[in-house]
């Protein structure tokens, strides 16, 4: 044999076994199998059973001794809102916190030898919240906004324990698929041999998003307003598969 060949031949009992090369065969005969590929999608609508809020607060002072404890009193305020509400210490923890010098602004014809100076500090504080006391979204935003958060963000009404559903969600997908293959072969009138590849393309869970801007604005315009009543909604959980099929061919009707 030529010590060039591209395929290594073993010879038992009569038998010859190719080497090198039988892998590439294999995967070329696989491509050239005749196949049916479909797409099977699935949306489930979950009722959402925790809700996401971030608030926070903001103050600037000429020092920063200043503008710290001014945000720390306020901030004190805001916890204690929140728990007279019915929030839980363990439903709320702090998310950000930081000090920053702020600079004084370029003069628009500004000297080449200007140079920006430290014209005070400012401090944040936000608090991520997570409860499932979906009740409290409109007290927490009216009770925060009230005892001097100046910085709310949007709600998000998610589920706790999203896997289950989502779980649920690419069964769905891959029962849909599988259905939509038997009919599209039998009206084809070609017949499934086997599954060649089964990919799930997205499995994910879209949670409800309610701007809370203008209930804070509100509730800070009306003291004594009742807190607003905020609908939680269902959350979206959507699968989509991918399944590929060998056929036997068209078949002649």
Not at 221 to 234: E, K, Q, R, T, V
Request: charged content about 20%; overall charge neutral.
């Amino acid at each position: 044999m030529n010590r060039f060949s591209h395929a290594v031949m073993l010879f038992f009992g009569g038998v010859v076994l190719c080497g090198f090369g039988t892998a590439a065969h294999a995967a070329a005969q696989e491509q050239e199998l005749p196949r049916l590929t479909v797409r099977g999608e699935a949306i489930l609508y979950v009722p959402a059973d925790q809700l996401n809020l971030r608030v926070g607060v903001v103050t600037v002072a000429e020092t920063a001794e200043a503008a710290l404890g001014e945000n720390t009193e306020k901030m004190d305020r805001v916890v204690k809102a929140l728990l007279r509400v019915g929030l839980t210490q363990g439903e709320y923890e702090t998310s950000q916190f930081q000090i920053q010098p702020r600079w004084s602004p370029r003069p628009r014809q500004a000297p080449a030898e200007w140079r920006p100076e430290i014209v005070g500090y400012s401090v944040t504080n936000s608090l991520n919240i997570r409860t499932r006391k979906l009740e409290l979204a409109g007290k927490l935003i009216g009770a925060s906004a009230k005892a001097g958060a100046n910085e709310i963000g949007a709600i998000l009404f998610d589920l706790a324990d999203p896997r289950q559903y989502r779980n649920d969600a690419i069964e769905a997908a891959t029962a849909n698929a599988i259905a939509d293959a038997r009919s599209l072969a039998g009206a084809a009138s070609v017949r499934l041999l086997r599954v060649l590849s089964l990919t799930l393309d997205q499995a994910v869970a879209t949670p409800v998003k309610v701007q809370a801007g203008a209930y804070a604005e509100r509730a800070v315009l009306a003291m004594d307003a009742p807190a607003p009543l905020i609908a939680s909604g269902d959350v979206t959980v959507r699968a989509h598969v991918l399944l590929v099929y060998q056929i036997d061919g068209l078949i002649e009707p």
